[in-house]
């Protein structure tokens, strides 16, 4: 069981929900939004991404209250076609404006097979793999690129360089599964999302493996070592193969939805918003049903069919480490360190609320 620590404790999911609804609420977001957000940041912590979950509450409630995001604000269509729409969130919460998108994106593609929606200026769209679980539950495959133009863009150095250069620039992937968890692929582009920075700084820990280049370009375990001063930088997964993937999706999510990417003037460290390129194929135009389902089957059981190094820790598919956490801390509740519960109680102190956890 997960929250043993003396500096973590375990709350019901449910609980984590209605504290981020309240704030966003009491911020001035309309119930419908605030519902939205508070639901995805719960359960990014349910499945295990805690570096998307309650960690971003204050920095959500810190941006709305200095302008940088919106409450209430409403998707803008900048361009269509066929299968191609160009919308734009106007820097609006994040996560409503992504399901909206993605939304869109599968309406399209039920239509003709396949459609395409790029989000520019949308605020922090949260954990990217939920709207690849969503596109699935429609039955679409898809493929989703993100970026994170200034401010608070710039966390990788480029491969062979030193400083802060590029975003994190996730990817998501899905492919539905009837009966099984979709298979999910949700990544980002740098060795880890700052987010889990974060959240190794809060628990004081080390990083696994040494993902951050200091100042002086030293690599280093060190979580503080990112963030300075004077600042480090992350360095991009699988090196000049992820630097490689992270400059197109500043290219595919930045550039052709016209939201821009990373680059002067400087960033920050506050936080920042997303472009998206979301594209999905309805899988019942692409392939026989009759056939993808058994097919899909067997080759699950194959790829899983491998002996595991570790015996406690079998062969699994995308998707289905968050599927497990997600079943576990249903039942056992969602740990949370200290200082995330500190952060999330500051943002409700900053809009007149008593501490909800």
Same mark, same amino acid.
């Given at each position: 069981?997960? !929250? %043993?620590?003396?500096?973590? #404790?375990?709350?019901? +999911?449910? =609980? $984590?929900? @209605?504290? /981020? &609804?309240?704030?966003?609420?009491?911020?001035?977001?309309?119930?419908?939004?605030?519902?939205?957000?508070?639901?995805?940041?719960?359960?990014?912590?349910?499945?295990?991404?805690?570096?998307?979950?309650?960690?971003?509450?204050?920095?959500?409630?810190?941006?709305?209250?200095?302008?940088?995001?919106?409450?209430?604000?409403?998707?803008?269509?900048?361009?269509?076609?066929?299968?191609?729409?160009?919308?734009?969130?106007?820097?609006?919460?994040?996560?409503?404006?992504?399901?909206?998108?993605?939304?869109?994106?599968?309406?399209?593609?039920?239509?003709?097979?396949? !459609? %395409?929606?790029?989000?520019? #200026?949308?605020?922090? +769209?949260? =954990? $990217?793999? @939920?709207? /690849? &679980?969503?596109?699935?539950?429609?039955?679409?495959?898809?493929?989703?690129?993100?970026?994170?133009?200034?401010?608070?863009?710039?966390?990788?150095?480029?491969?062979?360089?030193?400083?802060?250069?590029?975003?994190?620039?996730?990817?998501?992937?899905?492919?539905?599964?009837?009966?099984?968890?979709?298979?999910?692929?949700?990544?980002?582009?740098?060795?880890?999302?700052?987010?889990?920075?974060?959240?190794?700084?809060?628990?004081?820990?080390?990083?696994?493996?040494?993902?951050?280049?200091?100042?002086?370009?030293?690599?280093?375990?060190?979580?503080?070592?990112?963030?300075?001063?004077?600042?480090?930088?992350?360095?991009?997964?699988?090196?000049?193969?992820?630097? /490689?993937?992270?400059?197109?999706?500043?290219?595919?999510?930045?550039?052709?939805?016209?939201?821009?990417?990373?680059?002067?003037?400087?960033?920050?460290?506050?936080?920042?918003?997303?472009?998206?390129?979301?594209?999905?194929?309805?899988?019942?135009?692409?392939?026989?049903?009759?056939?993808?389902?058994?097919?899909?089957?067997?080759?699950?059981?194959?790829?899983?069919?491998?002996?595991?190094?570790?015996?406690?820790?079998?062969?699994?598919?995308?998707?289905?480490?968050?599927?497990?956490?997600?079943?576990?801390?249903?039942?056992?509740?969602?740990?949370?360190?200290?200082?995330?519960?500190?952060?999330?109680?500051?943002?409700?102190?900053?809009?007149?609320?008593?501490?909800?956890?």
């Amino acid at each position: 069981m997960e !929250g %043993t620590a003396p500096d973590i #404790r375990v709350f019901d +999911v449910e =609980r $984590l929900r @209605a504290a /981020a &609804e309240a704030v966003f609420r009491a911020v001035g977001c309309p119930a419908v939004e605030a519902e939205a957000v508070a639901a995805h940041l719960a359960d990014a912590n349910l499945c295990g991404h805690d570096s998307h979950g309650m960690i971003r509450v204050l920095p959500y409630v810190k941006a709305l209250r200095r302008g940088y995001f919106h409450a209430g604000r409403e998707i803008a269509v900048v361009r269509e076609a066929p299968a191609l729409v160009v919308l734009d969130g106007a820097m609006g919460l994040g996560q409503p404006l992504a399901n909206a998108a993605t939304d869109r994106a599968c309406s399209m593609a039920a239509v003709s097979g396949a !459609g %395409t929606v790029l989000l520019r #200026r949308a605020g922090h +769209v949260g =954990r $990217l793999g @939920a709207y /690849a &679980e969503r596109a699935a539950e429609r039955g679409m495959a898809s493929i989703i690129f993100c970026n994170a133009p200034r401010p608070g863009g710039g966390v990788i150095a480029p491969w062979g360089g030193i400083g802060r250069r590029l975003g994190a620039s996730p990817i998501a992937m899905g492919m539905p599964r009837p009966a099984n968890p979709h298979v999910v692929l949700d990544f980002s582009t740098s060795y880890y999302a700052v987010g889990k920075l974060r959240v190794a700084r809060n628990k004081g820990e080390l990083l696994p493996e040494a993902a951050v280049i200091a100042a002086d370009g030293t690599p280093t375990r060190d979580p503080n070592a990112y963030f300075g001063p004077p600042e480090g930088a992350m360095i991009p997964f699988g090196g000049h193969k992820g630097y /490689a993937l992270n400059v197109f999706t500043d290219l595919l999510a930045g550039m052709l939805s016209g939201g821009g990417a990373d680059y002067p003037p400087p960033g920050t460290d506050e936080q920042g918003g997303n472009n998206l390129m979301i594209v999905t194929v309805a899988v019942d135009q692409a392939a026989d049903p009759a056939w993808l389902g058994p097919a899909l089957a067997d080759y699950a059981a194959w790829v899983k069919s491998a002996a595991p190094i570790d015996p406690a820790r079998p062969v699994m598919l995308p998707g289905e480490p968050e599927a497990a956490t997600r079943a576990r801390r249903a039942a056992d509740g969602v740990p949370l360190d200290a200082r995330t519960i500190a952060q999330v109680n500051e943002a409700a102190a900053l809009v007149g609320l008593d501490p909800p956890l």
